[in-house]
């Protein structure tokens, strides 16, 4: 503020409310018993006694508490802190400054926040952009991924049979026979009228609307009449969906039997939330550069360490990310210098062969630069294309270099022959092998 224009004048306000006002006499009084005389309601600035006139319970208003009235010149600091402190205790972090020339308010928070939306974005701490902490992780899939639903080409396995030769598949075995004379069948009818389908009518033929309201259900409860021999009931009951009663039942039995028999009908796919990224919306929407970090980790390891490498900072940004960009560089180079420049950092382990998972714990060795210590590498060449069996062969030599011990159980050529010494074990696999063969350099 003490960098704005000298002279210019400025009002500090404080947000109090904004939307529907449940009782906007208790505010106005509070307003006076903290001892101030004006409020900002809708935009103009009236004394507190005339606010309430203009304040109308369960209508939409925005309420503003003027703090102080300030001009900007030498000297100004001590009260400009004092007006600013106050406006953000009664703002709850927030204030406004309106400038006397009419131009554009200017709002300001303590907290990281974008006013477009209205939505406050926590303390960017490292737990925020872990999906193993309940800070970051997305909180439909608990940091996943991926969730498990029903999938509709199970529910509905051939498309060619209408409703009557029995399209979904679970409808008999979990809601009854839909066939007519049934409630089941009552209920079908009475969604088929309201949607217009046809029973006897292929499912593939059926629009887009009647699958959804068939496998999602109704957003109005179903009316319809129900004969029987001891008269007329009339129902009106909701129809919520094969899917969604699915997805339920899944959820809340606690038979294993029967979850595995709905698990037959889900299989899993990537978080509708989180869309696989397996954070919450905050860490999904900070931006480092121009990119988001799911976008970051998508990206394969070789062209990230080059994004970083030609990241331009400035200012405090620089200062602030300079040690920890050139961290993030080394370990990506570590990673593509054992060959796995081709991976992306969102692979999970379980679609990792084993000599990538063993590549990338050598890699973490290599940062650590540890001394005195025995590895002990069990094919750590499979997967690996033979033009980067060279760096793997590096990366070992480093290892060693750095005094320690590594042993590699291997059968590729390049390999042994970058031994030191090697072991020959056999003659043959399995029962016929287990005696020393040769022992010795490679040559």
């Avoid at 069996?389 to 390999?415: F, K, M, Q, T």
Wanted: aromatic content about 6%; hydrophobic content about 40%.
């Amino acid at each position: 503020v003490l960098a704005f224009d000298e002279g210019s004048r400025w009002t500090i306000l404080a947000p109090l409310a904004q939307g529907e006002l449940a009782d906007p006499a208790a505010l106005v009084d509070e307003t006076r018993r903290q001892g101030f005389t004006r409020l900002r309601v809708d935009g103009d600035v009236v004394p507190v006694e005339d606010a309430l006139a203009r304040l109308t319970p369960g209508e939409r208003h925005v309420v503003e508490l003027v703090v102080d009235r300030i001009q900007v010149k030498d000297g100004l600091r001590p009260r400009l802190t004092d007006s600013i402190e106050t406006g953000l205790r009664y703002g709850e972090g927030v204030i406004v400054l309106l400038p006397a020339d009419g131009g554009p308010a200017r709002r300001m928070s303590e907290r990281m926040r974008c006013d477009a939306c209205g939505i406050d974005l926590p303390e960017l701490t490292p737990q925020l952009f872990s999906f193993n902490s309940p800070a970051g992780m997305c909180p439909a899939c608990n940091g996943l991924g991926t969730a498990i639903e029903v999938d509709p080409a199970l529910v509905v396995p051939d498309p060619d049979k209408s409703l009557d030769d029995g399209a979904i598949a679970p409808w008999a075995q979990f809601f009854g026979d839909p066939q007519r004379g049934t409630l089941t069948g009552e209920i079908v009818d009475a969604l088929c009228a309201r949607y217009g389908i046809r029973r006897d009518v292929p499912w593939r033929k059926l629009t887009a609307e009647q699958q959804h309201a068939l496998l999602y259900g109704s957003e109005e409860p179903l009316r319809f009449s129900s004969k029987r021999s001891y008269g007329t009931t009339e129902f009106e009951l909701p129809f919520e969906g094969i899917a969604r009663v699915i997805e339920r039942r899944w959820r809340e039995t606690k038979s294993d039997g029967m979850r595995d028999s709905y698990q037959d009908y889900m299989s899993s796919s990537p978080c509708r939330e989180c869309g696989g990224s397996r954070l919450n919306e905050a860490a999904r929407h900070v931006r480092f550069g121009d990119a988001t970090l799911p976008t970051l980790v998508k990206t394969s390891i070789d062209a990230l360490a080059a994004w970083f490498e030609g990241l331009t900072l400035a200012g405090k940004a620089a200062v602030v990310a300079r040690d920890a960009v050139r961290e993030v560089i080394s370990r990506l180079r570590f990673l593509s210098g054992v060959g796995l420049g081709y991976l992306s950092l969102d692979r999970t382990a379980g679609t990792l062969s084993g000599g990538e998972s063993q590549r990338i714990r050598l890699a973490s060795q290599l940062g650590t630069e540890l001394t005195g210590v025995l590895y002990v590498l069990d094919e750590p060449s499979i997967g690996l294309h033979p033009r980067d069996n060279e760096r793997l062969i590096e990366a070992l030599a480093r290892l060693r270099d750095l005094g320690n011990s590594v042993i590699v159980v291997e059968h590729d050529d390049g390999i042994m022959r970058a031994a030191d010494w090697v072991i020959d074990i056999g003659p043959g696999a399995g029962r016929a092998g287990g005696q020393l063969v040769a022992a010795g350099t490679a040559e």
